[in-house]
């Protein structure tokens, strides 16, 4: 059975930071895209970060570039997002994915590209 359990989440100040964890089981997700995902209350969950395969480029949304790095580990089975400079915009609950299918590393975007989901974690910013 596939598992992805997000850990980090918690309430921080703007401008301060905070590290997620997303570790997997039940499958080997080396060469398969993952990614982190948000969403805010009332809206609509998006991209955020995340990797093709594990040693492939990493992308973000223009909103986070810069200020969030996002990381894999396959000796671990794990996904890290490491948020710095936060602000009230970042509060939103993150999820970790996970594409089940082999996509040759290339980058999944959409929240229905991804087959396996964690159960999320709440970050939230205040100012």
């Known amino acids: 059975q596939v598992q992805l359990v997000e850990s980090g989440g918690g309430l921080v100040q703007a401008g301060g930071s905070l590290g997620l964890s997303c570790t997997t089981s039940?499958?080997?997700?080396?060469?398969?895209?993952m990614s982190w995902f948000r969403q805010a209350p009332g809206k609509e969950r998006e991209f955020v970060a995340g990797m093709g395969w594990s040693g492939g480029t990493k992308n973000y949304a223009d909103s986070v570039k810069g200020r969030f790095t996002v990381a894999r580990d396959n000796a671990k089975n794990t996904m890290s997002l490491q948020m710095n400079s936060l602000k009230p915009e970042d509060t939103a609950v993150y999820y970790c994915a996970a594409n089940g299918r082999y996509t040759n590393g290339r980058m999944l975007y959409g929240v229905e590209e991804y087959s396996h989901w964690g159960q999320g974690t709440q970050v939230t910013v205040s100012s």
């Open positions: 039940g499958q080997n997700f080396a060469m398969n895209a």
